[in-house]
Nanobody, 124 residues
């Protein structure tokens, strides 16, 4: 079992920045690939970013490259999502997910565990 708890969401003005955190607990959490997904009201959940268990490789939704950065600190069992130059279209609930085989994926169905999510609201 892996438990995930996100934090760091909130209200920010357009052009601002936020860094989300996802703390993982469980015996195998450091061996999991991790992903961030988001879901805006009335829209389907979409892939944001992913990182391998070692942190050596990352992947991003193409449209978010350059503004979002995923990283992890396995000593702290924490994955981060740094977001800059935010705009109202980034408003969504952001959730982290863990994949126990350590292989990152852009597909939500490939992830085994999910956090509850943290709300990010960007005002214009």
């Amino acid at each position: 079992q892996v438990q995930l708890v996100e934090s760091g969401g909130g209200l920010v003005q357009a052009g601002g920045s936020l860094t989300l955190s996802c703390v993982a607990s469980g015996r195998t959490s450091s061996r999991c690939a991790m992903g961030w997904f988001r879901q805006a009201p009335g829209k389907e959940r979409e892939f944001v970013a992913a990182i391998t268990s070692s942190g050596g490789r990352t992947d991003y939704q193409n449209s978010l490259k350059g503004r979002f950065t995923i990283s992890r600190d396995n000593a702290k069992n924490t994955v981060y999502l740094q977001m800059i130059s935010l705009n109202p279209e980034d408003t969504a609930v952001y959730s982290c997910a863990a994949r126990t085989n350590g292989v990152m994926s852009a597909l939500a169905l490939n992830y085994d565990y999910w956090g509850q999510g943290t709300q990010v609201t960007v005002s214009s």
